[in-house]
């Protein structure tokens, strides 16, 4: 299995309050993902980064930022959480962005329920 | 637009018996396609994919998928289940977006449970 972590895995949080998601991984692949997962609509891309300090957005990107200070590192934020980003969040990871024929390799996943 | 769709939400098979998930695709260009499984709790696991060549292509697990281009889809297969299948299975396509060439898009999903 590729190495991925996602931290924390389970979080509760109030309307309003900010949360941020932590994706480390030990593959030094350049090209990290963050998708959300919910019944009804498979897993959806929030934002994706190409390299350190190069992020863009996906398809479901309102209300979310994201950081990447360290190729090993993927930080996603909910600056201000909403009852509608209760959620399944899942990292990816690939080596190779200029390729579509690259595999993509997901974390474990974290659950966040916003109350 | 790019889409995948998976007819079948859930689907109920006895253990032994074979194995077909649908999925269809709709993209202009080849598409490379993949077919993950999700255990409940877990991540995603990719069992098989397909970019090109042979389009009978073989995975983990005992899973085949064939590329249909014709028919535009893309189907999983097993010839026999074991309980140890019992999972959600994503198929999806990998298309490009904006500048990036490597976003998947993924189907809602087929849930398959497996009776004794």
């Known amino acids: 299995d590729a190495g991925i972590t996602q931290s924390p895995r389970h979080k509760v949080t109030e309307t309003g309050t900010p949360v941020t998601l932590r994706c480390h991984q030990t593959e030094n692949h350049r090209y990290m993902y963050w998708y959300r997962q919910d019944p009804g609509h498979g897993l959806r891309l929030i934002h994706y980064s190409y390299g350190v300090k190069d992020t863009d957005k996906g398809e479901v990107s309102d209300g979310y930022s994201v950081s990447r200070s360290k190729t090993e590192d993927f930080l996603l934020t909910l600056e201000s959480a909403t009852s509608s980003q209760t959620s399944v969040y899942f990292c990816?990871?690939?080596?190779?962005?200029?390729?579509?024929?690259?595999?993509?390799?997901f974390g474990p996943g974290t659950r966040l329920t916003v109350l | 637009a790019q889409s995948v769709t998976q007819p079948d939400i859930h689907i109920t098979v006895s253990e032994g018996a074979s194995l077909e998930l649908r999925c269809n695709y709709s993209y202009g260009a080849t598409p490379y396609l993949f077919w993950y499984v999700q255990s409940p709790g877990q991540g995603l696991q990719l069992l098989l994919k397909y970019f090109s060549g042979d389009t009978l292509v073989q995975g983990i697990k005992g899973f085949e998928a064939e590329f249909k281009r014709s028919q535009s889809s893309f189907n999983l297969r097993k010839p026999s289940v074991h309980w140890s299948d019992a999972a959600e299975y994503f198929c999806?396509?990998?298309?490009?977006?904006?500048?990036?060439?490597?976003?998947?898009?993924f189907g809602t999903g087929t849930l398959l449970a497996v009776q004794p």
């Open positions: 990816a990871i690939s080596g190779d962005y200029a390729s579509s024929t690259d595999t993509q390799y």
């Open positions: 999806a396509v990998g298309a490009e977006y904006g500048g990036a060439t490597n976003k998947l898009i």
